[in-house]
């Protein structure tokens, strides 16, 4: 830091006002952006998603879900919902705007989809910092309950709602169906230590017979 | 080299008093030429020490234990993250540590923290090897003053060339990386991997300032708009923390781990750190730390 030239010395700065949580779904299936509920912060920082592009003994490549709690599980000697309750004690206290951002894949999983540009997730995050997010309409995801905004400086719209970039609408509620079952049941580990609001803000999970 | 065992603070409680030269708070340039003596690694193109860690070039977190006591016990989340280590087998491994560093040269140095004033802690880094020093150089803070007649309050003890006996000192192998709360040691062995450096302080910190402070800690980046607004980037490797917290048109506050007060974000850490792993093919196993700078200050 003493070396870098836009850097901050001392390394302080005030509350945030905005919190981005970064994933790189490699499924396609979270919205490229998304603003939270503190409940929902909760739940997504204790899940502390990402998915990965693992290759198989057969050179397959196929997307594998990774949930590390608090971003950083293996640093935590205490229990992650600890954490998870100071941030969301922290957020409702400075009312902070806490955002779900998908830089990994939009218009299918790794392999049909693509990654989402760059550009387009910069100017997502220039939006939410500038507060252009602020007052505009949002739809909500039916699956996950995110809030997706339906227009965004720079971004075309159909990207926002992840649905409308893949070819096949059904395939994608059955994925996204797998992916909220993915996070169900690895939160049931913390699920005892947390309140019933936080465990609802996390996907619907339709059992199917 | 100026041998500076006569400045140098009193290591007797930690048994390191022994040392055969203890080289302490030497600058970047020398601990830079202290390696390349050594053997321990070679100077790349752009100036910097490039070291190849050896048999680990990343941390292992199935030897990364705490020492159950009367801080942890009932405190800590046991399980397969935090693994429960014996306080006697503790203190006897650590014997045998300070044992296997007694006739060696050993480099200290006194570095901190906590950019927040209020929730500073001092480090003390004594290390086998002068690039872990140099390591400990760039990447923690760096005391204005240094008061070598106090002990500070953590201590940390790297070894790369020791090997535990898992049979007889109740380690999984022969490496290891353990937290001892009661005594604020960081014992660490058998690899010379420097993150397990780094992210021992971050496993204490993220103990003691929410447990005890109420601080929120968090493994986050960290940035702040031209209108002083602050915000906080949360991300697995691979999903864009460092790129999209690099920003232009906002400053740095940290790339890695903060912490969260009642009303201010502070970086734990001075550095930067880039794992470069593999970045050329004639590398293999580097583990090149991109702020390394020969002779940086």
Not at chain 1, 95 to 120: A, E
Not at chain 1, 158 to 173: C, F, H, I, R, V
Not at chain 1, 186 to 205: K, T
Request: charged share 20%; with cysteine; net charge negative.
């Amino acid at each position: 830091m003493y070396n870098i030239g836009n850097a901050v010395i001392p390394s302080i700065g005030s509350s945030p006002k905005n919190i981005f949580f970064l994933t790189a779904d490699a499924f396609g299936i979270l919205p490229p952006i998304s603003k939270l509920s503190p409940e929902q912060a909760m739940y997504y920082f204790i899940s502390g998603y990402t998915a990965k592009v693992a290759g198989t003994e057969a050179g397959v490549t196929e997307p594998k879900a990774t949930f590390s709690a608090c971003f950083g599980e293996a640093f935590l000697p205490l229990n992650p919902v600890t954490y998870a309750k100071l941030l969301g004690n922290k957020i409702r206290e400075h009312q902070v705007n806490v955002w779900l951002v998908n830089t990994g894949w939009s218009g299918g999983p790794y392999g049909t989809g693509k990654r989402i540009r760059l550009k387009y997730t910069r100017a997502m995050i220039t939006a939410a910092l500038n507060g252009e997010l602020d007052n505009i309409v949002y739809n909500e995801h039916p699956v996950f309950n995110l809030m997706m905004p339906v227009t965004c400086p720079n971004v075309p719209d159909q990207l926002l709602d992840p649905k409308n970039t893949w070819a096949n609408g059904e395939n994608y509620d059955e994925k996204a169906q797998n992916l909220a079952t993915l996070f169900t049941s690895n939160f049931e580990q913390y699920a005892h230590f947390s309140s019933p609001e936080v465990i609802n803000a996390g996907p619907n999970v339709t059992i199917s017979v | 080299m100026r041998n500076r065992t006569n400045h140098v603070p009193d290591l007797s409680y930690i048994g390191l008093d022994r040392a055969r030269n203890i080289y302490f708070q030497l600058t970047p340039a020398e601990l830079v030429e202290e390696a390349l003596k050594r053997d321990e690694g070679v100077l790349a193109d752009n100036g910097a020490l490039a070291i190849d860690t050896g048999e680990f070039t990343g941390r292992s977190p199935k030897d990364r234990f705490i020492v159950e006591d009367e801080i942890t016990k009932d405190t800590v989340w046991w399980g397969k993250v935090n693994i429960k280590f014996d306080a006697d087998k503790f203190d006897a491994l650590l014997q045998k540590v300070t044992d296997y560093l007694t006739g060696r040269d050993i480099f200290v140095r006194d570095s901190c923290a906590c950019a927040n004033e209020k929730y500073h802690i001092d480090i003390r880094v004594a290390t086998e090897t002068a690039y872990q020093n140099l390591f400990v150089h760039h990447l923690f803070l760096r005391p204005e003053v240094i008061n070598i007649s106090t002990n500070p309050e953590w201590t940390i003890i790297a070894a790369p060339g020791f090997k535990a006996d898992p049979k007889v000192d109740g380690t999984r192998q022969h490496n290891f990386s353990i937290i001892n709360f009661s005594k604020k040691i960081i014992l660490i062995g058998g690899t010379g991997y420097t993150g397990e450096i780094k992210k021992g302080i971050f496993s204490v910190l993220n103990f003691i300032l929410p447990h005890e402070k109420k601080v929120l800690s968090m493994h986050c980046s960290a940035n702040t708009g031209p209108k002083g607004d602050t915000a906080i980037f949360f991300g697995l490797s691979g999903t864009g923390k460092t790129t999209l917290s690099a920003d232009p048109d906002r400053n740095l506050i940290g790339d890695d781990e903060h912490g969260w007060s009642d009303y201010t974000i502070f970086n734990f850490e001075g550095g930067c750190y880039a794992k470069c792993v593999d970045l050329t093919a004639e590398k293999r196993a580097a583990d090149i730390r991109g702020h390394t700078i020969w002779g940086a200050a």
